[in-house]
């Protein structure tokens, strides 16, 4: 089992830049990938960034240059440093992990998520 939580939603201009962090309890070990995914209203929440165990790293087109996804094993946070935000990037933001090797992609396919923390970008 594992808990996710959110944190460092908030408001920025154009431009501007955010770290997101998930904390992360339980059965810290158990993930084989965790990621960070993001929903405008209207829209379909879309994967922006993932890690793997092996630190492996994949990035949305969209975001690649701009934003990094990290893990901090000592502090069982997962990040997303976001850079060059855009007004059209405002929506929620979710991380989630999945535990089952092999599974990684598709929110729905992420065995354990967080509730999100908003991100407004303001032009």
């Known amino acids: 089992q594992l808990q996710l939580v959110e944190s460092g939603g908030g408001s920025v201009q154009a431009g501007g830049s955010l770290r997101l962090s998930c904390a992360v309890s339980g059965n810290t070990d158990s993930w084989y990938c965790m990621g960070w995914f993001r929903q405008v209203p209207g829209k379909e929440r879309e994967g922006v960034a993932y890690?793997?165990?092996?630190?492996?790293?994949t990035y949305a087109e969209s975001v690649k240059g701009r934003f990094t996804i990290s893990q901090d094993n000592a502090k069982n946070t997962l990040y997303l440093q976001m850079n060059s935000l855009k007004p059209e990037e405002t929506a929620m933001y979710y991380c989630?992990?999945?535990?089952?090797?092999?599974?990684?992609?598709?929110?729905?396919?992420?065995?354990?998520r967080g509730k999100g923390t908003l991100v407004t970008i303001s032009s």
């Open positions: 989630a992990a999945s535990t089952v090797r092999g599974w990684c992609g598709r929110y729905d396919v992420m065995n354990y």
């Open positions: 890690i793997y165990k092996d630190r492996s790293t």
